[in-house]
């Protein structure tokens, strides 16, 4: 490095600094440190880093006749192009052969309500701040580096566990598939107390791959309607500031709700972080996503992020409110 520093960009881009060079200048992750957020993946241009799939798994299951249950991220809206809405996104998963597809939205939505009693219930008497729980990458980074902050998060189930375990309830003998844009979900599957919730997890690409593979254009189904509809604010949960401002809709009026978003997990967030660990924070609501822009720029994502942000946009303006349901 004596002229000029080169660094791995798949090292550059992990905040938690779990990607360091070998004896031998060979990149090696230390899992010890790492939160399976999926960074180093997207920004590997040699394509090196690949998460595992299961997608072999899911074909075999849903040869041998099984009913599968995919239940899909509410960031799947405008993955597969403008013209391929919800509606037709169904059709085209049941032509795949699931049984079924279900909004993970609808676990969202309830993910809200159970956020918004904590932080009514907590909030200030128990905790001076609490931190959102849908991201399992933060809550694994929390615990890793932060682990005085463990209390702070919601104990709130994420939207996928909520969503699989409802279905679980209504199909005790089906296979939950939980189609979305995180690698970290993979992980979260296989943690205590969620195994049994979800069989298999694929991301947007991986599900792009079979409607490529079967020669399957979503933009031409026939459209199906979802059985449940989904409200806003869980339908906004994969946008940066969107599960904040779920919550702010149930709290505000009933509490002081002064909420900031940290956006990427990456070392300048890591650093704002710490500073909350040592010097306090004026917010008592703190959202994390380890995705910058949020959920919509997942490693697993296959549409831009800004563009799936405006389609996330314009489904949620469709959609009936929270509030008004709990009415």
């Not at 219930?121 to 694994?140: F, H, R, Y």
């Not at 979305?180 to 991301?203: F, N, R």
Request: charged letters at 25%.
């Amino acid at each position: 490095h004596a002229i000029i520093r080169q660094e791995r960009p798949c090292a550059a881009a992990c905040g938690m600094d779990a990607i360091h060079s070998d004896c031998n200048g060979r990149a090696d992750i230390d899992y010890e440190k790492c939160v399976s957020c999926g960074q180093c993946l997207v920004n590997c241009p040699f394509g090196a880093i690949a998460d595992k799939s299961q997608i072999f798994q899911l074909i075999q299951a849903i040869k041998r006749g099984e009913e599968v249950i995919a239940c899909v991220a509410p960031a799947f809206v405008g993955q597969y192009g403008p013209d391929a809405t919800p509606a037709k996104m169904k059709a085209a998963m049941r032509i795949l052969g699931f049984a079924d597809v279900v909004e993970v939205a609808i676990g969202a939505d309830l993910c809200t309500v159970e956020e918004a009693h904590d932080f009514l219930e907590e909030v200030p008497e128990k905790l001076d701040w609490m931190g959102t729980s849908c991201c399992p990458a933060w809550s694994m980074m929390a615990k890793k580096l932060f682990p005085q902050f463990k209390d702070n998060i919601s104990m709130a189930l994420t939207p996928m566990v909520i969503t699989a375990r409802m279905v679980k309830k209504d199909h005790p003998n089906a296979r939950i598939v939980f189609i979305g844009p995180c690698t970290a979900k993979k992980v979260e599957i296989k943690q205590d107390d969620v195994k049994g919730a979800v069989d298999y997890v694929l991301t947007f690409e991986e599900i792009g791959a079979m409607l490529v593979a079967s020669g399957i254009n979503v933009a031409d189904c026939e459209p199906q309607e979802f059985a449940k509809i989904s409200c806003a604010q869980g339908r906004r949960f994969p946008v940066s500031g969107g599960v904040a401002g779920a919550v702010a809709s149930l709290v505000e009026g009933k509490a002081e709700f002064k909420p900031t978003a940290i956006n990427g997990l990456n070392k300048a967030s890591i650093k704002l972080l710490k500073q909350y660990a040592t010097k306090g924070s004026d917010f008592n609501m703190i959202e994390v996503m380890c995705c910058e822009g949020g959920c919509v720029a997942g490693p697993g994502c296959v549409a831009l992020a800004k563009k799936s942000a405006i389609m996330v946009e314009n489904y949620v303006k469709t959609a009936p409110d929270l509030k008004d349901k709990q009415d």
